[in-house]
């Protein structure tokens, strides 16, 4: 009976242990979002700067309940989601596809890879004039920028990995029979998983930050409309709103393919 009770008041004592360490993260994650939105108001609070140049974040609030109250939030924010998951899908598939190439041919790797090296170089906004010339001022060029800042990190790490994949487990799926695209599938790519995952995290990031250059063309709707269209206007709490949800988006889609990422990890371990 002793033994019992001491073992329901050792799990008593065991389970506010795991939700400390739990929360632990969590709160350290949050201290430094917290002390800068402290300075934050005490700048703007401090005479120093206009409400015009740094409005508080009450005003930014405001901002966002008066564009949430009308609707038209919600739309942007969609239209600049979809530009971005339908950009980052064909980008990161292209690179996918380009980076396993490459980092399986050395003969692919010596003609393409400096090339690709190159164009990485090139600025987000210098693709714009010519994206416009080629595919008019619609949908088509926005997504295929959002597309190209996705493809780059894709690409370049999935042909690192590659590359440079354990040659002991290529030996032992080779000796298992496998040749091509079963060895790519069953031995290569599951050994590189973790760095496929990052290069995939990396270009979802690249393609939000491709995204503002994007709808810099000729847009009427967007995170990214918001932000030149507040500067114009001279709203300074819409055009910090629309940072601040940028950032906030960023960090969402990259929280939900960390997540794919454990989950898939975990199944191939």
Known sequence: MADDVTTVAGAK???PARSRRRWTPVAAALSLPVVLLVVWQLAASSG????????PPLSVLEALGELAGD???WTHIAISVQRVLIGFAAGAGLGFLLGAVVGLSPGVRAVVAPSVAALRAVPSLAWV???VLWLGIGEGPKITLVAIGSFFPVYTTIAGALAHADPH???VGRAYGLRGGGLLGRIMLPSVAPAIFSGLRLGLAQGWLFLVAAELIASSMGLGFLLTDSQNTGRTDILLMA????????KV???????VERRVLRTHK
């Open 253 to 259: 889609c990259d929280v939900i393919l960390g997540l």
């Open 243 to 250: 940072i601040l949800l940028l950032a906030a988006l960023g």
């Open 48 to 55: 120093a700067y206009s409400t015009a140049q740094l409005p």
């Open 13 to 15: 004592d065991r389970r």
């Open 129 to 131: 004039p010519l994206l």
């Open 169 to 171: 487990l290529v030996e």
């Open 71 to 73: 609707g038209s939030l």
